[in-house]
């Protein structure tokens, strides 16, 4: 991580904003004592378009259900 004073960042605004597109994370220092006080980072969509994948724990996980457990797994999944 890279850190920048506000007037150089104001200075290089643009070129900061390409190299963070790029994920590069820049912290931004204020005052006389270049005290830390923000960071511009890279967005990263956290929704994404990515689908969900089906079965993705197939054959590494069991689900037990103890007897007295009041819920059928069709209820438990919503599919009721």
Known sequence: ??????????????EVLELVKKGESFGILYGRKKKPVAMI????????N??????????????????DFGMTEEELLGLV
Do not use: N, Q, W
């Not at 991580?1 to 643009?14: D, I, R, W």
């Not at 980072?41 to 994404?48: A, R, S």
């Not at 689908?51 to 069991?62: A, D, M, Q, S």
């Open 1 to 14: 991580m890279k850190t920048l004073p506000v007037g150089e960042l104001k200075a290089h605004f643009s």
């Open 41 to 48: 980072v890279p967005y990263v969509d956290k929704k994404g």
């Open 50 to 67: 990515k689908e969900r994948e089906i079965g993705y724990l197939e054959g590494k996980v069991t689900i037990k259900f103890r007897d």
